[in-house]
């Protein structure tokens, strides 16, 4: 991220950015959760077609916005429509982050506990750890803590260095962990139900559910990337740079499926055991591993350092606004945004079995999500609120900004792109908007709003 107005030194700068963004939780705990409670292989091959046709052609839109009017969302809108209700989609968006924020630093909280528990070779009940209230507010403050210090202090782009270093690394253990749990006596049911799809599992709820977790992962629907864009000189080709960030963050995301599903059924648990499924099976794992502690813990490094390069980016995009719009000083807002996000986040963190009201929260259908505090949130912010702003920001770009113009600015810099453009037209205008559209309708109707 950058601090000042300035632009990104390399295209490979760029990439790191907001890939760092991008990779996170979303990938290692949210996608194998998601996907086991929608029942498997299907839900990958519609995540995977939303990832493609619907993902990255509006990351490319908000890319454009950005690069072209040089500014974040809010910004960006009001300089080319001055004025006008448009503006929501960016308010939408610093709304949505703070949300996702707020129960993203939960489940980051017990990432970074798991680093502990792994060295210490703690086999403790994973139920009891998360509904103990001490030990989940204090991690989730630690690790909100962490991420307001370097928004703060301004690190932002010495976090990415050392994560373009382990990242890679990051990597290596996936691959690693995805032949070992291969190798697993039952682990072959496992990669059946992760990779044979049946169709009939397909509801709306699956739908909604791949086109949210689409643009979760590629951190999509806020506005983020159109700060991102606003960042990336003229001479760099976005196209293919956003070709590289959807991929390798898809494959990763299907890469922690090759791991956590054969472990899973070699181990006889339950693919939907919601939030917590990742935290039951990667311990395990490790546990019967040779050396497993010390991967587990440095596993659990990692996987913090992702969260963070995420969470970042996250509390940028309200803190941001409030530097560049209202003029705020940015070493005060910092701590008021977060301390905002932390007193939110506490019914996530209470939700997993300490206070039974959170626990059973249910505001939203069971239909659409399960009833605790944090898996609503997660549907609320990180399906609902991600897929309308999406929806207003891609009308606006396609229709009010114009399509045309957008096409022109990604030309700039990618002569291969001129050769999609047409294609890119006719998603942005009207295949992405209708879709997420009759989609949304859909889920409307279920949940009876
Ligand atoms: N894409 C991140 C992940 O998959 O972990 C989560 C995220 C970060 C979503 C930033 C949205 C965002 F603006």
């Given at each position: 991220?950058?601090?000042?107005?300035?632009?990104?030194?390399?295209?490979?700068?760029?990439?790191?950015?907001?890939?760092?963004?991008?990779?996170?939780?979303?990938?290692?705990?949210?996608?194998?959760?998601?996907?086991?409670?929608?029942?498997?292989?299907?839900?990958?091959?519609?995540?995977?077609?939303?990832?493609?046709?619907?993902?990255?052609?509006?990351?490319?839109?908000?890319?454009?916005?950005?690069?072209?009017?040089?500014?974040?969302?809010?910004?960006?809108?009001?300089?080319?429509?001055?004025?006008?209700?448009?503006r929501i989609a960016g308010f939408m968006g610093i709304i949505t982050s703070i949300g996702i924020l707020s129960f993203y630093g939960v489940i980051a909280g017990w990432?970074?506990?798991?680093?502990?528990?792994?060295?210490?070779?703690?086999?403790?009940?994973f139920g009891a750890f998360i509904a103990n209230p001490l030990i989940e507010i204090g991690l989730y403050a630690v690790f909100i803590l962490m991420t307001t210090l370097?928004?703060?202090?301004?690190?932002?782009?010495?976090?990415?260095?050392?994560?373009?270093?382990?990242?890679?690394?990051?990597?290596?253990?996936?691959?690693?962990?995805?032949?070992?749990?291969?190798?697993?006596?039952?682990?072959?049911?496992?990669?059946?139900?992760?990779?044979?799809?049946?169709?009939?599992?397909?509801?709306?709820?699956?739908?909604?559910?791949?086109?949210?977790?689409?643009?979760?992962?590629?951190?999509?629907?806020?506005?983020?990337?159109?700060?991102?864009?606003?960042?990336?000189?003229?001479?760099?080709?976005?196209?293919?740079?956003?070709?590289?960030?959807?991929?390798?963050?898809?494959?990763?995301?299907?890469?922690?499926?090759?791991?956590?599903?054969?472990?899973?059924?070699?181990?006889?648990?339950?693919?939907?055991?919601?939030?917590?499924?990742?935290?039951?099976?990667?311990?395990?794992?490790?546990?019967?591993?040779?050396?497993?502690?010390?991967?587990?813990?440095?596993?659990?490094?990692?996987?913090?350092?992702?969260?963070?390069?995420?969470?970042?980016?996250?509390?940028?995009?309200?803190?941001?606004?409030?530097?560049?719009?209202?003029?705020?000083?940015?070493?005060?807002?910092?701590?008021?945004?977060?301390?905002?996000?932390?007193?939110?986040?506490?019914?996530?963190?209470?939700?997993?079995?300490?206070?039974?009201?959170?626990?059973?929260?249910?505001?939203?259908?069971?239909?659409?999500?399960?009833?605790?505090?944090?898996?609503?949130?997660?549907?609320?912010?990180?399906?609902?609120?991600?897929?309308?702003?999406?929806?207003?920001?891609?009308?606006?770009?396609?229709?009010?900004?114009?399509?045309?113009?957008?096409?022109?600015?990604?030309?700039?810099?990618?002569?291969?792109?001129?050769?999609?453009?047409?294609?890119?037209?006719?998603?942005?205008?009207?295949?992405?908007?209708?879709?997420?559209?009759?989609?949304?309708?859909?889920?409307?109707k279920i949940s009876g709003v």
């Open positions: 991220m950058q601090d000042e107005r300035g632009l990104w030194s390399s295209k490979f700068g760029f990439i790191m950015a907001a890939a760092g963004s991008a990779i996170g939780l979303g990938n290692i705990w949210r996608y194998p959760y998601i996907v086991g409670e929608n029942g498997g292989a299907a839900f990958v091959v519609l995540y995977l077609i939303f990832v493609l046709l619907i993902g990255l052609p509006y990351m490319l839109a908000e890319f454009s916005l950005g690069r072209a009017t040089q500014l974040n969302a809010v910004g960006a809108i009001d300089k080319v429509k001055p004025g006008t209700k448009w990432t970074f506990g798991f680093i502990f528990k792994s060295i210490a070779a703690d086999t403790s009940d370097i928004v703060y202090k301004g690190v932002a782009s010495g976090i990415e260095k050392w994560s373009k270093i382990l990242m890679p690394v990051l990597l290596l253990i996936i691959i690693g962990l995805i032949i070992y749990a291969n190798l697993l006596p039952g682990s072959s049911a496992g990669l059946e139900f992760y990779l044979l799809p049946d169709f009939s599992k397909i509801t709306f709820k699956t739908v909604l559910a791949a086109l949210g977790q689409a643009f979760f992962s590629l951190s999509l629907g806020l506005g983020l990337m159109v700060t991102f864009g606003s960042y990336i000189p003229k001479s760099i080709d976005i196209f293919s740079a956003a070709i590289i960030i959807a991929l390798t963050d898809a494959a990763i995301a299907i890469m922690a499926g090759l791991i956590i599903f054969p472990a899973l059924f070699a181990m006889g648990e339950n693919p939907a055991s919601g939030p917590a499924l990742v935290f039951i099976v990667f311990p395990q794992l490790f546990m019967q591993m040779p050396g497993g502690a010390i991967v587990g813990a440095f596993f659990f490094v990692l996987l913090s350092i992702a969260a963070l390069t995420s969470t970042m980016s996250l509390l940028e995009v309200p803190v941001s606004y409030l530097v560049d719009q209202k003029n705020l000083k940015r070493s005060k807002i910092v701590w008021l945004v977060a301390a905002f996000v932390f007193i939110i986040g506490l019914p996530s963190a209470l939700s997993q079995g300490s206070v039974d009201f959170f626990t059973n929260f249910g505001l939203i259908p069971l239909s659409l999500s399960p009833p605790d505090f944090l898996s609503q949130m997660s549907f609320i912010f990180g399906d609902m609120f991600l897929t309308i702003g999406a929806l207003i920001l891609c009308i606006f770009i396609a229709w009010v900004w114009g399509a045309d113009k957008a096409a022109r600015e990604l030309e700039i810099g990618s002569p291969l792109f001129a050769k999609f453009a047409p294609l890119w037209k006719i998603l942005i205008k009207f295949v992405i908007p209708i879709v997420v559209f009759v989609i949304l309708l859909g889920i409307f």
